[in-house]
């Protein structure tokens, strides 16, 4: 699993902002938006398909995105989403978006010249090929020969999805986990989870919040995404336990099944 992007909706650093974040030098303080590419033993997909896509694929040296998992509708999550133009015309077919009804619904009405009759297109290349594939919480499904389990959380009041792949998972854009959430996130080697700020926030959490969930669930190791710029990539890990760590931008994290793993955390490690 490739964490493409830790920031916010706007990014980081934010646009004609003059914070210490904003102008630091350190390269895991510029974070594009949230998404993640899961190299699975028979493709490449992503989960979420924000803004800069198409430079996070570069990035990572994607070559055929098969498919596209999301975890909800907010611009920052789908506007990337054109970007799948390329992977449909390489696979002669669509490239199908697992997600809820409601977000195929906000999907196709965001994106709705790729669902129009292709012979209104100006040329063959003018449109995505989209197909949908509905999933639920706690119903899991294979995807690329990895088992993929949905998983119901809270983002403000609005119902969206994280995932739990073996025993890694991915929660973004969490104000609160659900009781039975909670419990299907027990005996993970790695827990990927959003952090907005320092304060309160009413669709987000924040550092504290997030805290008590990590000790709740005692993952082997956590990283932060989702962070905003009033959060500092080294003050966060001075002030941080070992096996709690911001992500950053092109981390990489292995993918592990069956019983939780007993090697030593990669968290403090930095150099992934």
């Known amino acids: ?26 390269p895991r303080n510029r974070r594009m ?46 506007m990337g989403i054109d970007d799948l133009r390329i992977f449909g015309f390489r696979l002669h077919a669509s490239v199908p978006i697992h997600c809820e009804d409601i977000v195929e619904k906000q999907i196709r009405e965001t994106f709705a010249y790729a669902f129009t009759d292709p012979a209104t297109h100006s040329h063959q290349y003018a449109a995505p090929k989209l197909s949908f594939s509905r999933i639920a919480p706690e119903q899991p499904f294979q995807l ?53 700020r320092r304060e309160p926030h009413p669709t987000h959490l924040h550092l504290d919040a997030a805290l008590k969930i990590i000790r709740q669930l005692q993952p082997r190791q956590t990283f932060l995404t989702h962070m905003s710029h009033e959060l500092d990539y080294d003050e966060l890990c001075s002030s941080l336990p070992p096996e709690i760590r911001p992500a950053w931008d092109g981390l990489r994290i292995p993918l592990t099944t069956g019983i939780r793993s007993e090697h030593k955390s990669t968290a403090c490690q930095g150099q992934q």
């Open 1 to 26: 699993m490739i964490i493409m992007g830790t920031g916010t909706s706007i990014g980081v650093p934010v646009v004609g902002c003059r914070c210490n974040v904003c102008l630091s030098d350190n």
């Open 33 to 78: 938006r949230t998404g993640v590419l899961v190299r699975a033993p028979e493709g490449e997909f992503v989960i979420d398909a924000g803004p800069e896509l198409r430079l996070q694929l570069v990035r990572e040296r994607a070559t055929l995105i098969r498919a596209a998992v999301m975890t909800h509708a907010h611009a920052d999550h789908i």
């Open 144 to 196: 690329l020969g990895l088992q993929v389990l949905p998983l119901r959380l809270r983002h403000g009041t609005l119902d969206i999805l994280g995932f739990r792949i073996g025993n890694t998972a991915f929660c973004t854009d969490v104000s609160t986990i659900p009781a039975q959430s909670r419990e299907l996130l027990k005996g993970l080697d790695t827990l990927v989870l959003s952090v907005l």
